[in-house]
């Protein structure tokens, strides 16, 4: 059975900080990973996807890939009070796989000022 | 650009009464088309995918049900709701890509 995991938190920076979100996933033939954001009470948003090794910027929001170590990370630089939500990881083990993400339990972002 | 509707918001039901969520998609055509459930303190969960008209995909075994007699709608019924079906249902979609893109959600409270 495929997994993810992620620390649930809650995880609690200072406003200004770098909030680090760790994910890890058990099927080694995942293709693509996404994080989303989601505040309470409301649905999923997408922050970004990677689908290759290394790091992809935008903006303040930073993911990182280690297919080796299979584990993916979303680090928030500037942190702000805004950024206080559930940070949901998810894999896709890629082909025809039609968007059947697997999500982790999600980790909880605490920014305060 | 893109949008998704889904409907009702929320909606609190008796256990054994009937259940329909409603969902469409605009400004695309021929989307891939979810149900994804989060219950209290669990992940989300994918209950059903459609490729196109009619075709329907189930991933796990409960009492729902989903159609897509349209394109761009997909609905998630049953006939008679369980306390385990509470919880929040998110209708999603994707342009063949795997990048999935949520709706608005409704929260089902049975009673």
């Known amino acids: 059975q495929k997994e993810v995991e992620q620390n649930s938190g809650p995880l609690s920076v200072p406003e200004g900080a770098i909030a680090s979100l760790n994910c890890t996933y058990s099927d080694r033939g995942s293709q693509s990973f996404f994080w989303y954001r989601q505040y309470s009470g409301k649905s999923p948003e997408l922050i970004m996807f990677i689908y290759s090794n290394g790091d992809k910027e935008d903006g303040r929001f930073t993911a990182q890939l280690n297919k080796a170590s299979q584990y993916v990370s979303l680090l928030i630089r500037d942190s702000q009070p805004s950024d206080s939500a559930t940070y949901l990881c998810?894999?896709?083990?890629?082909?025809?796989?039609?968007?059947?993400?697997?999500f982790g339990q999600g980790t909880i972002l605490t920014v305060h000022p | 650009s893109q949008t998704i509707h889904q409907w009702p918001a929320t909606l609190v039901q008796p256990v054994g009464s009937p259940l329909s969520l409603e969902c469409t998609v605009e400004?695309?055509?021929?989307?891939?088309l979810y149900w994804y459930r989060q219950a209290a303190g669990r992940g989300l969960q994918l209950l059903f995918y459609s490729v196109g008209i009619g075709q329907i995909s189930s991933e796990v075994p409960q009492n729902l049900s989903a159609s897509r007699p349209q394109d761009r709608q997909f609905i998630l019924s049953s006939k008679k709701l369980l306390l385990s079906d509470s919880g929040f249902y998110l209708c999603?979609?994707?342009?063949?890509?795997?990048?999935?893109?949520f709706g608005e959600g409704s929260w089902l409270t049975v009673v």
């Open positions: 400004g695309t055509s021929n989307p891939n």
């Open positions: 998810a894999v896709d083990a890629g082909g025809t796989s039609y968007g059947k993400l697997t």
């Open positions: 999603a979609w994707s342009d063949r890509g795997n990048t999935i893109y």
